[in-house]
């Protein structure tokens, strides 16, 4: 698993609470990655990371914000959490020379 | 010219019997190509990979066959078993680390 948690692991919400995902990772990758993933729609990247203060977007970026501020820890908040966000959220860190991403365990985000 | 295009969305398979799940893209500029297998409950796991220089990678009783000038490639699963009972996502990547695409997954189901 590449050393990588997440917290929490589930959620209940209500609409336009503000959430914050945390995704933590113990080997010192460079690379950090939120997805979401929803039945018949596989795995979509929402933001990505390439270093501590470093963040681009992905795919599926609206409504989602993240933050970087050590190598370890990658957030991931829904500023105002609406019922099209939930999900099951997975980070992922990008290890070695052969592109190969370690998933965390995820996070299932219920908003009502 | 992003999207990975991944067939059946579902698969029942006799114990034994042979797993194909196909996968094709349209951006040439891939240049690696995995596949994760995910239980429930669990996140994406590194099953096999490979890249456009080669046209098949056999690990054990997982092998994947790649076929450049149509833009596909495949994961075979020989003598498949209830243990490989899970939902298979292909995948694509370019520029190390900045652009991932999965598929949108194949749920196998191996009869005992």
């Known amino acids: 698993d590449a050393g990588i948690t997440q917290s929490p692991r589930h959620k209940v919400t209500e609409t336009g609470t503000p959430v914050t995902l945390r995704c933590h990772q113990t080997?010192?990758?460079?690379?950090m990655y939120w997805y979401r993933q929803d039945p018949g729609h596989g795995l979509r990247l929402i933001h990505y990371?390439?270093?501590?203060?470093?963040?681009d977007k992905g795919e599926v970026s609206d409504g989602y914000s993240v933050s970087r501020s050590k190598t370890e820890d990658f957030l991931l908040t829904l500023e105002s959490a609406t019922s099209s966000q939930t999900s099951v959220y997975f980070c992922?860190?990008?290890?070695?020379?052969?592109?190969?991403?370690?998933f965390g365990p995820g996070t299932r985000l219920t908003v009502l | 010219q992003q999207q990975v295009k991944q067939s059946p969305q579902s698969l029942i398979v006799q114990k034994g019997g042979i797993s194909i799940i196909n996968c094709a893209y349209e951006?040439?500029?891939?240049?690696?190509f995995p596949w994760y297998q995910q239980f429930p409950g669990k996140g994406p796991a590194l099953l096999i990979a490979?890249?456009?220089?080669?046209s098949e990678k056999k690990e054990g009783r997982f092998t994947i066959s790649f076929n450049k000038s149509a833009k596909q490639f495949s994961l075979h699963i020989m003598d498949s078993q209830p243990g490989d009972s899970a939902t298979y996502f292909c995948?694509?990547?370019?520029?190390?680390?900045?652009?991932?695409?999965f598929g949108p997954g194949t749920r196998l189901s191996v009869l005992p």
């Open positions: 992922a860190t990008l290890a070695g020379e052969a592109d190969t991403q370690y």
């Open positions: 080997e010192n990758h460079r690379y």
């Open positions: 990371s390439y270093g501590v203060k470093d963040t």
């Open positions: 951006n040439t500029a891939f240049d690696y």
């Open positions: 490979i890249r456009p220089d080669v």
């Open positions: 995948a694509a990547s370019m520029d190390y680390g900045q652009n991932f695409v």
